[in-house]
């Protein structure tokens, strides 16, 4: 059974860092995109940053130039650098797995808090 563990979550001070991993168990992470994704509450989950199972990346607008995806396929892990934090960054991140833009393995989240 292929599962999703994310890690790295926690409370920080707005302008601080902080880097999230997800590790998958399975085949299935070296053919797939992968990507985190957050959810605040009263909002819809979206997308942060993902990464293609080559190594191309894409970012929201929120997370360019403070977010840095990057993968280690050797250790079937997705990371995920956050550097500058924000309130507004306050929420449950999520990695996905699946075919590009269409993630269809989920972990269990993890919870981001930035205080200001």
């Known amino acids: 059974q292929v599962q999703l563990v994310e890690s790295g979550g926690g409370l920080v001070q707005a302008g601080g860092s902080l880097r999230l991993s997800c590790v998958a168990s399975?085949?299935?992470?070296?053919?797939?995109?992968m990507g985190w994704y957050r959810q605040a509450p009263g909002k819809q989950r979206e997308l942060v940053a993902r990464?293609?199972?080559?190594?191309?990346?894409n970012y929201a607008d929120s997370a360019k130039d403070r977010f840095t995806i990057s993968r280690d396929n050797a250790k079937n892990t997705v990371y995920l650098q956050m550097n500058s934090l924000k309130p507004e960054d306050t929420a449950v991140y999520y990695c996905?797995?699946?075919?590009?833009?269409?993630?269809?393995?989920w972990g269990q989240g993890t919870l981001v808090t930035v205080a200001s």
């Open positions: 996905g797995a699946g075919p590009w833009g269409n993630p269809t393995l």
């Open positions: 399975g085949s299935i992470f070296r053919v797939s995109a």
């Open positions: 990464i293609s199972n080559l190594g191309s990346t």
